[in-house]
């Protein structure tokens, strides 16, 4: 984009440290640096959870849309996320491998090839960097060891985190107890009731399946501490933002903040500075009355749940950008239904703006649209009736996307724009919205739903016989072809607005 619109719009992110608006000011000039908390993989995640990486990604888009060099790393969790977010019950990865026979190696990498299917399905981009908790250890006993002496103590269990020792714990939380937002189930020996363990060593006489050796003996890393190091590592203390589910402003990010804050061996510890990243950004949750999002209910809602039931897996994205980030968004099938519908209005007002593109240009209409060039950012893009200002100024402001998506209803519907501005704008607000305007078809919105014994190019074979019949006005044989395909369960939809054709009865 060019500097005018950019700096005609700054970027104000919510900053949970300070629970206030504030301007985006890079620690190292034209850079950003972002590291987002990942999945646990002991099991699939659920749609909730990848509400947390869609919001990343918007994130990571606006970010680069508006010209700095990304870096974004994720992080997947292969040890040490205890079943109790509390140092109580057991990993869940270990927890997994004794449910399912097989080794903990084969349960993270058959879930992380799950969780990145789904990033894929979802259209969010690649990180720069996913990091591997299990191929950081080394760097985090050494990170362990250099906070120890001031900062932790030892006990049966293992090695465990003073908070006391770091000036304003939990302040991220907001709920500074003395009984430590009274979350902790006690732990024999420990100091604060919110002292955290930052390496679990394996009892006696046990054996787990990934442990390690250690100063503090054969153990295992806890899982803030993983997050501290690979986020240091990668990015180096401060970087610019540090991302998860509102559920780590509680216990997870102030536990990862007070290790930063050691870690970085200040003595006032107060500055943002030192808590790592200078912006700590939470989704809110996704959620589910029914409490089908549990992984423990039988069948939970992942994304796969959503795509069997036959709904496009950039209809649940839609779904995500049509609520604000910072906002409680309730699922049902109706508002994924209706997230559907407007996607399929968008992907068809496209593809009579690109019919008529081609026409005017004299070519055959590609319905691949293979040849088309997708506008890049050093596009002109002549905003003439203020729509893309207003749209820069949408998403600016905190990543507001449910402000951003009728700007593009509105350029789609304004007949007073060339068809080229329509597509360069379209292209422009898609790079930050992803939800892949340009190159998917409203064709490919339509999937078959998992268990319906039906043959698409049969369907399409029928309608296609049906539409000839009526055109030779021959309605005894069209009515013949519609009860046929009812016959299989296929509602044929004459004049259906969106251009569906047909959809399962
Ligand atoms: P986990 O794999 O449990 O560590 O969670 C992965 C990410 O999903 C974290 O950033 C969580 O905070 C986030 N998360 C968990 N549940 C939900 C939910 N229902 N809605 C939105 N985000 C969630
Ligand atoms: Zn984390």
């Known amino acids: 984009m060019s500097d005018a619109s950019t700096n005609a719009a700054p970027l104000k992110l919510f900053n949970s440290l300070t629970r206030q608006l504030e301007p985006f000011q890079p620690v190292h000039a034209g850079e950003a640096r972002v590291y987002s908390c990942g999945p646990t993989v002991y099991n699939y995640p659920h749609i909730g959870n990848m509400r947390a990486y869609v919001f990343a990604d918007v994130l990571g888009r606006t970010l680069s849309f508006k010209g700095y060099k990304l870096t974004h790393v994720i992080n997947i969790t292969d040890v040490g996320h205890l079943t109790d977010d509390a140092d109580a019950g057991e990993d869940k990865m270990e927890k997994m491998a004794r449910a399912e ?3 903990i190696w084969d349960i993270a ?3 992380k090839q799950a969780y990145w299917a789904d990033i894929r399905a979802l259209n969010i981009r690649q990180p720069a960097q996913w990091t591997v908790a299990t191929e950081y250890v080394p ?3 050494q990170f362990a ?3 120890a002496p ?5 006990l049966d269990s293992g090695l465990y985190f003073d908070v006391s020792t770091v000036a304003d714990y939990g302040r991220l939380a907001r709920a500074q107890t003395d009984d430590g937002e009274g979350r902790i189930e006690a732990v024999k020996g420990k100091r604060n009731a919110a002292d955290f363990a930052i390496w679990r060593k394996t009892p006696a006489g046990e054996k787990r399946q990934m442990e390690w050796d250690s100063p503090w003996g054969r153990g295992a890393p806890g899982w803030h501490l993983e997050c501290s190091v690979m986020s240091g590592q990668v990015l180096g203390f401060p970087f610019d933002i540090h991302t998860g589910g509102i559920d780590h402003r509680e216990i997870h990010h102030p536990n990862e903040i007070a290790q930063n804050q050691a870690f970085c061996c200040t003595n006032g510890l107060d500055l943002p500075a030192n808590s790592g990243a200078k912006i700590w950004m939470h989704n809110n949750f996704l959620v589910e009355r029914s409490g089908k999002m549990s992984k423990s209910s039988g069948e939970f809602l992942r994304l796969q749940l959503l795509i069997d039931k036959g709904y496009h897996p950039l209809a649940y994205r839609m779904m995500c950008l049509q ?8 699922f049902s099938w109706e508002g994924l239904g209706a997230a559907l519908t407007r996607l399929k209005r968008m992907y068809k007002a496209v593809a009579v703006q690109l019919s008529k593109e081609f026409e005017s240009a004299g070519q055959p209409v590609d319905s691949t649209r293979a040849y088309l060039p997708i506008p890049t950012e050093e596009w002109e893009v002549a905003d003439e009736t203020g729509v893309l200002t207003e749209f820069l100024e949408a998403i600016s402001d905190d990543l507001n996307t449910p402000k951003c998506l009728p700007l593009i209803e509105e350029v789609l519907g304004d007949k007073m724009i060339s068809h080229k501005k329509r597509w360069h704008l379209i292209a422009t607000m898609d790079q930050v919205l992803g939800l892949d305007l340009l190159k998917l078809d409203r064709a490919d919105l339509r999937i078959r739903p998992k268990g319906v014994e039906l043959d698409e190019a049969e369907i399409e074979a029928a309608l296609l016989a049906r539409k000839e019949a ?5 309605f005894a044989r069209s009515d013949a072809l519609r009860d046929e395909l009812a016959a299989h ?3 044929a939809m004459d004049g259906d607005p969106l251009g569906w054709e047909w959809k399962l009865g």
Not at 150 to 154: F, N, T
Not at 323 to 330: M, P, Q, T
Not at 470 to 474: E, F, G, L, S, T
């Open 109 to 111: 990498e058959h879930y």
């Open 139 to 141: 760097q985090m006993i």
């Open 470 to 474: 009526r055109a030779a006005k021959d």
């Open 489 to 491: 369960g296929v509602e």
């Open 101 to 103: 026979s097989r080794s």
């Open 323 to 330: 609520a604000h980030y910072r906002s409680e968004l309730e």
């Open 145 to 147: 060891e250099k906070i």
């Open 150 to 154: 001031q900062h932790c103590y030892e």
